[in-house]
């Protein structure tokens, strides 16, 4: 049973471009959603991550939007570069458990 | 380099050897995490430590792997009699428990079993 579904699998945009990728989760006791980012070879590393008392979280390029009704969130990656091909997976959390990850979400930035 | 490191980054062995590998978590991180990813998928848990005690194990983690932390710093995880659908790369990450959510991982043990 998979708690976090993300979409899509693939992404392609162009460079200056809005890449947005998407998740739900169905398990309410969530409290802390990340977003990880991983290059071939690497492992992840921690993008920007956002708690369900606010709805937006932004840093830099990276924008989370979360919305607690529908169990959505999101990252927007504004302004799209080349170096943002990557892999990036969404994942949720609560108190006594390991993070739970998505399957992955594949951009690739074309310049 | 304060992150956390994985040895070795590269393993391959041939079906029925045992194979260890290592992780050193961030310094003062008293939790500290196994996963396993397979290709096109995201990391998989498979047990975490908080200092030396071994706190949940996933159902993934057969009796063909045992995982220690002997002095609550670095960690090892053994797989004995490897099959080859063990082949995936094995993540460690660390956090403090205060902030347990907030987990960093090192760059990976890729496992190849022939």
């Known amino acids: 049973q998979q708690q976090v579904k993300q979409s899509p699998q693939s992404l392609i945009v162009q460079k200056g471009g809005i890449s947005i990728i998407n998740c739900a989760y169905e398990?309410?006791?969530?409290?802390?959603f990340p977003w990880y980012q991983q290059f071939p070879g690497k492992g992840p590393a921690l993008l920007i991550a956002?708690?369900?008392?606010?709805s937006e979280k932004k840093e830099g390029r990276f924008t989370i939007s979360f919305n607690k009704s529908a169990k959505q969130f999101s990252l927007h990656i504004m302004d799209s570069q080349p170096g943002d091909s990557a892999t990036y997976f969404c994942?949720?959390?609560?108190?006594?458990?390991?993070?739970?990850f998505g399957k992955g979400t594949t951009l690739s930035v074309s310049s | 380099d304060t992150g956390v490191s994985q040895d070795p980054r590269h393993k391959i062995t041939k079906r029925g050897q045992n194979v260890t590998f290592r992780c050193d978590p961030i310094?003062?991180?008293?939790?500290l995490y196994w996963y396993r990813q397979t290709l096109g998928q995201g990391p998989e848990f498979l047990t975490y430590?908080?200092?030396?005690?071994?706190?949940?194990k996933s159902r993934l983690l057969s009796d063909r792997f045992s995982a220690e932390r002997p002095k609550g710093s670095f960690s090892t995880l053994e797989i004995q009699r490897t099959e080859q659908g063990d082949s995936a790369m094995y993540l460690c990450?660390?956090?403090?428990?205060?902030?347990?959510?907030?987990?960093?991982f090192g760059p990976g043990t890729r496992l190849l079993v022939l």
């Open positions: 310094s003062e991180h008293n939790r």
């Open positions: 990450a660390s956090s403090v428990a205060a902030l347990q959510e907030t987990q960093y």
């Open positions: 430590f908080q200092n030396e005690a071994q706190l949940e």
């Open positions: 956002i708690r369900p008392d606010v």
């Open positions: 398990n309410t006791a969530f409290d802390y």
């Open positions: 994942a949720a959390h609560t108190a006594g458990t390991a993070l739970i």
